[in-house]
């Protein structure tokens, strides 16, 4: 802890091995966290991301088997390239 409260100095972007440990630490605990602890929101925008590229992936395909929906084209079109860019962007 007294090398923490010594500590002024900065230590450069890529540290030397003359860096003492004690200049690290204390770099470390200097230079902050932008962290906000917004972890469940992280977690779920991963499977509303999914769900969603899911749902315009199989789109089209629900589409053209079920001709009851009466889709309009723009909307088909839409949601057939959009599936076709998660694919291509997933490879």
């Known amino acids: 802890m007294a090398a923490y ?52 992936t199989f789109f089209p395909v629900v589409a053209k088997r079920v001709p009851k929906l009466h889709i309009p084209l723009y909307v088909y079109l839409f949601a057939r390239y959009f599936g076709s860019g998660v694919i291509v962007a997933t490879a």
Request: some cysteine; hydrophobic content about 35%.
């Open 5 to 56: 409260q010594e500590c002024n100095a900065r230590v450069p972007a890529v540290p030397e091995r003359t860096t003492q440990h004690a200049q690290i630490i204390c770099y470390l605990n200097d230079s902050g966290n932008e962290y906000n602890g917004n972890l469940g929101a992280r977690i779920s925008s991963i499977f509303v991301i999914g769900g969603v590229s899911t749902i315009l």
